[in-house]
């Protein structure tokens, strides 16, 4: 941007329309590829013209006239185009482009009347330059970004041609590829993209961007919701988070934690009758002040550091422990630990409010609204059910709402994901391991894990076509693997540097973990060599355990 206004023409082309069909026609594959880069040159150029017309607000077409492309006498333009032409020659070369290509598609008689030869890569980006295209005598503006959407939409061949093309042409132009992880191959999912700055400048992973930046994802996501409030009948509900109930203070959860307490309490003095080294520990929890689900939690810290005194390889003599070991240890980690096993044992809510809620989209929006959209929906019904009444959720309801949408998501993933029995078998084992290590009395890698992870040098092994070739077990574990990631069901980090070695974590989709009584942090994992990953793609769920009650 600059004093005059915009410097950048932005072009946005979605592949998704006439693209793929190209590929059901009746002609040899090099015909069809060339079409294909004939119909991408002809719509950057109508998008270009199109988008040049509204920067500088002339009438379209009418005014196309004083456009004005020159290009060098070498270029590579296309049948029918001079060196030297206005913007209406360049909208009658696309447009008729277009329309022969197109009614090739639709017609009975195929490539019979269409003149269009096209050619072997996309042209139009090292010709129809800002540079060479003034209005006026003066260039439209200082700089093109062609950004194709869609891109997974376009036939595996197509993809894999247009992604040749751009990188052998190394143009001047900028260009953005959009697509979803769908059209992935299995090495680009499990890989990081070791080109990236010589064949491309950078892969940006949506997802992985909005995890790096929660508060901002949070805000966005609450700001897309509370604009679907604010168009609710009545005005009641004007900003969407604040109906969504953020405490278990309240007078109506005091007597379950009080009862609670009592029986951890209780527990704790039992489990460390006759000793010494936890007088002064259980001295200053008893003396604690504090709201009753501040104490319950407390006391199921304490329960959980006692347990890991009590279990460790060399015990530590029996001299009372202090009050500051205690709090050097009770870090916040432990505390969101023990309200997980409080929620487990007694049925407090875990899932609720909105923080909660934004984790749990995995930064994904359309996730987010779907779950959002659920308890909107019970919003809408209390309006109707109980008129009068605050318009909130408790967070009990949040929790069975936020539960009926993780069962949900479970039961999709075998009818909607490619190989999706295996991939259902395989995070169902990851779950199940997960939910066995988290709960472990002495809570190691606290509040839990929710994945597990492969070494680096497993991960390479899964991509080493020799080696797959060797161990057909290995290549079908990286399909499922490929599949799960490609739909947002795992979450990869790479060269996770822990205990000397480098890892690839796999991390479950967070609404995942609600059915199986799992954390939503990550950075937590216990990892598994891929035998036990192979293993669990053809072991049953334990029976219960898809939706679990706990």
Sequence with gaps: MTDDGPSLLGLVLSCEHTYATLADMDADSATQRRLFFALLDSRVVLAGLRASAQLHRLDFPTELHRLKLTVSADAPLPSGLDSTCDGNSLFKWASETEESICRAVDSFDGLQNCSVRGADSISS???FRMVNLLLDGQ???ERLLVMFDDVHKLTS????SLRESLT?????????????LQALTPDELLAEGANAGRDYRKIVYLEEFWRDHAKRFEHLIFNISDRRASQAPGREMQVFRSCLE????????????SKAKDVISERVISRTAGRDLFEEWIAGQKAMEGTPRQLTVAWRALEILVERELRRDQGSFDFSLGAGELEAKNDNNLKVGAELFLAKEFGFPFYYGPTMLAKLSSANIEQFLSVAGDEFEDLIANRVLKPGEPLTIEPDRQQQIIQKASREAWEQIPTKVPRGQEVYR???GIAEFAHAYTYQPTAPNDPGVNGTAITMADRDRLMDSEHLKRYPH????ARVLASALAFNLLHAEQNYKCKGKLFMVLNLNRLLCVAHSLPLEYGKFKERKLEDLVAWLDRRPKQGKLISDE
Excluded: C, G, M
């Excluded at 061949?157 to 894999?160: H, K, T």
């Excluded at 900028?174 to 979803?180: D, I, N, T």
């Excluded at 290995?474 to 574990?477: N, V």
């Design 125 to 127: 980006l090292s010709w």
């Design 474 to 477: 290995h290549a079908r574990l």
């Design 426 to 428: 395989l995070l169902n």
């Design 157 to 160: 061949s197509q993809r894999a």
């Design 139 to 141: 260039p439209v503006a």
């Design 246 to 257: 953020t405490t278990l203070d309240e007078q109506e959860y005091a007597e379950r934690f």
């Design 168 to 180: 052998n042409s190394r143009s001047a132009t900028a260009v953005w590829l959009a697509e979803r």
